[in-house]
């Protein structure tokens, strides 16, 4: 039987192929599967699932029900626990809109998260772009970190509006000036 995995990026899993990884996904699925099954038997509520095949709930929304073909067409997804990019490894089958929904804001948070952390402790030498609030003027700044415990944090004319640049060095000169 011919299928496709559609995890968020092309890295096969775990250094696994597909090949591999897909009777891993099936015995999850029917894992699910039969909780959900059980759960609806357990309530009297069993009649409520089309009989004849096995049926995947999607554990984050609840709003979506699968077939174990839903595998191959890319609707029923295996999200990564922490994110892939976290170095995190596949954990459960979810519904495609909220691997999509947890990659753009979960991950991304979280890997926005550790590189700040890495910046912080020194194990990335970029600078960092941070958003600066000078007397309610908003503009943007790469902060350098200088040694061990300082830090430099200097505005930068590419990404600011020059009136914006202008107004925060005047309310910083006014502070300088009233000490
Ligand atoms: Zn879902």
Same mark, same amino acid.
């Given at each position: ?6 995890? =968020?990026?092309?890295? #096969? ?7 591999? %990884? ?15 099954? %059980? ?11 089309? #009989? ?16 174990? @073909? ?8 295996? @999200?990564?626990?922490?994110? =892939? ?10 519904? =495609? ?7 753009? =804001? ?17 194990? #990335? ?6 958003? +600066? ?7 943007? %700044?790469? +902060?350098? +970190?200088?040694?061990? #415990?300082?830090?430099?944090?200097? @505005? ?10 202008? %107004?925060?060095?005047?309310? +910083? ?7």
């Amino acid at each position: 039987m011919p299928f496709k995995i559609v995890p =968020r990026d092309s890295a #096969s899993d775990e250094g696994s192929g597909e090949t591999v %990884a897909r009777p891993r996904y099936v015995k999850w699925f029917q894992l699910g599967a039969g909780t959900l099954r %059980a759960v609806l038997r357990e309530r009297r509520l069993e009649d409520r699932l089309p #009989s004849g095949e096995d049926w995947y709930v999607c554990p984050l929304c609840l709003d979506s029900m699968f077939t174990v @073909e839903e595998l191959d067409t890319g609707e029923l997804t295996v @999200e990564h626990v922490p994110p =892939r990019s976290l170095g995190g490894h596949a954990m459960v089958l979810t519904c =495609r809109r909220c691997n999509n929904y947890a990659g753009s =804001r979960w991950d991304a948070q979280a890997y926005r998260r550790r590189q700040f952390h890495e910046y912080l402790t020194g194990q #990335s030498g970029r600078a960092e772009t941070v958003t +600066l609030d000078i007397g309610g003027v908003i503009t943007r %700044a790469e +902060l350098h +970190l200088t040694g061990t #415990s300082g830090f430099l944090i200097a @505005e930068t004319p590419k990404i600011n509006n020059p009136a914006n640049l202008a %107004a925060s060095a005047a309310h +910083l000169d006014a502070r300088a000036a009233a000490r």
